[in-house]
Nanobody, 115 residues
Framework: QVQLVESGGGLVQGGGSLRLSCAASGRIVSINTMGWYRQAPGKQRELVASITSGGSTNYADSVKGRFTISRDNAKNTVYLQMNSLKPEDTAVYYC?????????WGQGTLVTVSS
């Protein structure tokens, strides 16, 4: 059974950077479109970035130019480099396939950006 484990979150000041990692227990990363999602307090979960098996990327307008998604197939890991962080980026960040597979939702990793 494939599992996804997110890590790398933390508390950072506005303007700072964090790098999130999503480690998969199987080869799901290399054969699927993968996405990073986030859920802020009181809001619905939203897709912020995705990467296809061919390496094409897409970003939500709110993070475009600041976040970069990448993938290491050998390590079955997806990354999210987040720069110029803003308080509105505060959320729990999750990875999953796109479209999502409900059974793959993990615990996520909390990112808190102070102003």
């Amino acid at each position: 059974q494939v599992q996804l484990v997110e890590s790398g979150g933390g508390l950072v000041q506005g303007g700072g950077s964090l790098r999130l990692s999503c480690a998969a227990s199987g080869r799901i990363v290399s054969i699927n479109t993968m996405g990073w999602y986030r859920q802020a307090p009181g809001k619905q979960r939203e897709l912020v970035a995705s990467i296809t098996s061919g390496g094409s990327t897409n970003y939500a307008d709110s993070v475009k130019g600041r976040f970069t998604i990448s993938r290491d197939n050998a390590k079955n890991t997806v990354y999210l480099q987040m720069n110029s962080l803003k308080p509105e980026d505060t959320a729990v960040y999750y990875c999953n396939t796109m479209p999502v597979l409900r059974q793959l939702w993990g615990q996520g990793t909390l990112v808190t950006v102070s102003s």
